[in-house]
């Protein structure tokens, strides 16, 4: 596509269960970034990659948090054993290079019961 | 650690108006900064990009400034439509790090 994909668009999941959450990316994209954006707030930086590499994990909240980019396209936000403070909305943006402008997605609305 | 402010939190303006979305930053060492718009349940789009090096952007209605050394930034909107109505946010690229970090944003509806 031409844009950057997110799938799901929701996902409801229950407190303690495992949730996936996919990045389609630009094609070409070198630069991936998550972030998890709380209801009434900006965006916050999670994670970012630089083809498969992760560079940067340092807004991570928990070890419960992974992702992985393992060929250097799609990419996978993984949180382990959900809590209720969890549930966000969830934003993926791409760019040709870390210092260019970024692409975002429509992001997944994850929300824990 | 960086910090983003965005002033006024939320804007209610008559159709035609002028107006002005102010972004303050508390460390200057950035290598841009960028505008963008975000509809309900949708994502970011983007509207404006600065380098650091830059001192302003302009794309149809919209003109954004940079003043590095003052940490700030301003998005001017002219002749606003209800059609602009959405939460505008500011974000400043971190030098080093490459990551975005984001203000609150401002909710800005145009009534027509």
């Known amino acids: 596509g031409a844009g950057v994909s997110q799938s799901p668009r929701y996902k409801v999941a229950k407190r303690g269960q495992d949730v996936a959450l996919r990045c389609d990316p630009i094609s070409g994209h070198v630069s991936l970034f998550w972030y998890q954006q709380a209801l009434g707030q900006g965006p916050e930086f999670l994670t970012y990659f630089q083809n498969e590499a992760q560079l940067d994990k340092s807004g991570l909240p928990s070890d419960r948090f992974f992702a992985e980019r393992p060929e250097g396209s799609v990419s996978t936000l993984k949180i382990q054993r959900t809590q209720q403070e969890d549930s966000a909305v969830y934003l993926c943006?791409?760019?040709?290079?870390?210092?260019?402008?970024?692409?975002f997605g429509d992001g997944t609305r994850l929300s824990i019961l | 650690k960086q910090e983003v402010t965005q002033i006024p939190a939320a804007l209610s303006v008559p159709e035609g108006e002028n107006l002005v979305l102010n972004c303050s930053f508390t460390d200057s060492a950035i290598y841009n900064l960028q505008w963008f718009r975000q509809d309900p349940g949708k994502g970011l789009t983007s509207l404006l990009l600065?380098?650091?090096?830059?001192r302003e952007q302009t794309s149809g209605r919209l003109n954004a400034s940079l003043d590095k050394s003052s940490g700030r930034s301003t998005l001017y909107i002219a002749a606003s439509q209800p059609g602009d109505s959405a939460t505008y946010l500011c974000a400043v690229g971190d030098s080093g790090t490459y990551k975005y970090i984001f203000g609150t944003g401002t909710r800005l509806k145009v009534l027509a």
């Open positions: 943006a791409g760019g040709t290079n870390a210092d260019q402008p970024q692409h």
């Open positions: 600065i380098q650091s090096s830059q």
